[in-house]
């Protein structure tokens, strides 16, 4: 961790809540659900798709859980009365994956059962590695019954091949991205040229089996191999989409969506934006630099 990084993370927690609003509402939506309905309205008048994440992890109480399935019934309804072009995306630990997994199964299901009733879409992030092996069975489960449901893999897990490998049978939905945890050796690759070959690898058997791939990345060189894969494979516009964060790398999307690709923002909102944030930020501390970057030179 360099000095510059270390230095952020240990002073944060002692900003007032009201400075770390601005440097983290460049990537949250807001703390309410009307924050993140507004922010999409704008993305899909530009003709961008969106996903709205509720912030929150690692609930320790049911009572908490049934709350967040609430709440996400509300964001799915919320986006059909307001005719938007948005689904959701879920983390099993806010669904209760460390209390029991049978209730996380459960919830999900019921956030699945719930989108399809208004023919809309479940896409399950994927968490650090103790949650990898729950979370491809939560959706490999709910993928024999279902079809509005999808699931993320991280190029950066040795095992993500393997995985893939399985997913392509099952025709999955899967979204791709590098993989934002700090991981161990033994189960992440370090290099970032292997996360990089894997990503494409990955994407390659992905979309040469039909699989449906959200392309989540802001880095140039991935997007570009993509698109020549995109070009090889003769795709159709509806057989893939590229996905990017709220407030990163502006200027890429904006071109992809000009040449007409699909794109979807991930839009997080919530009231637990600032101890999120700040647990993002100790666990990751090379994304604060890009904070600090954002709001030093490029604001
Ligand atoms: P890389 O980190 O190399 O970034 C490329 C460039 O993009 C950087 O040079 C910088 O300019 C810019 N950039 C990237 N991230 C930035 C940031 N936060 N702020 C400012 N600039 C930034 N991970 C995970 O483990 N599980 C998940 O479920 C998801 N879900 C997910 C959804 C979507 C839609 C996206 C785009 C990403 C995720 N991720 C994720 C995060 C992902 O794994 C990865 O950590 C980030 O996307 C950063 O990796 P890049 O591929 O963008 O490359």
């Known amino acids: ?50 996903t ?23 964001v799915l309804a919320a986006i059909d009365k307001h005719q938007l ?32 009733k208004y023919n809309n879409f479940v896409r399950i992030d994927m968490e650090d590695h103790t949650c990898t092996s729950e979370t491809l069975h939560i959706y490999k489960r709910l993928r024999g019954e279902f079809t509005n449901v999808g699931v993320v893999i991280q190029s950066y897990l040795r095992r993500t091949i393997d995985d893939v490998n399985q997913l392509t049978e099952l025709k999955a939905n899967l979204r791709l991205c590098k993989g934002i945890y700090v991981e161990p050796r033994q189960i992440a690759y370090k290099d970032k040229d292997i996360v990089n070959l894997n990503f494409q690898y990955a994407l390659e058997k992905l979309l040469t089996h039909k699989c449906y791939v959200g392309i989540a990345t802001h880095d140039e060189k991935l997007v570009w191999h993509a698109l020549m894969m995109i070009d090889r494979l003769k795709l159709q516009k509806d ?17 992809l969506v000009s040449a ?11 009231k637990h934006w600032h101890a999120y944030s700040l647990r993002r930020l100790k666990e990751n501390p090379s994304v604060a630099s890009y904070v600090i970057k954002h709001i030093f030179f490029k604001n």
């Open 1 to 50: 961790m360099s000095v510059f990084n270390k230095l952020v993370v240990i002073t944060l927690p002692f900003v007032p809540k009201f400075i770390v609003y601005l440097f983290a509402k460049r990537y949250i939506a807001g703390p309410s659900l009307n924050d993140a309905i507004s922010a999409i309205k704008d993305f899909n008048q530009k003709g961008i798709m969106a």
């Open 52 to 74: 709205v994440d509720i912030l929150g992890e690692e609930i320790e109480k049911k009572e908490d859980a049934f709350s967040v399935v609430e709440e996400y019934k509300n």
């Open 85 to 116: 072009d948005s689904n959701i995306s879920v983390k099993p630990t806010h669904l209760g994956l460390k209390i029991d997994k049978e209730f996380c199964y459960s919830n999900i299901r019921s956030l699945v059962v719930e989108a399809q």
């Open 239 to 255: 057989q893939y989409e590229f996905q990017m964060l709220l407030g990163v790398t502006e200027e890429l999307r904006d071109f």
């Open 260 to 270: 007409g690709h699909r794109l979807r923002v991930y839009v997080p909102f919530g």
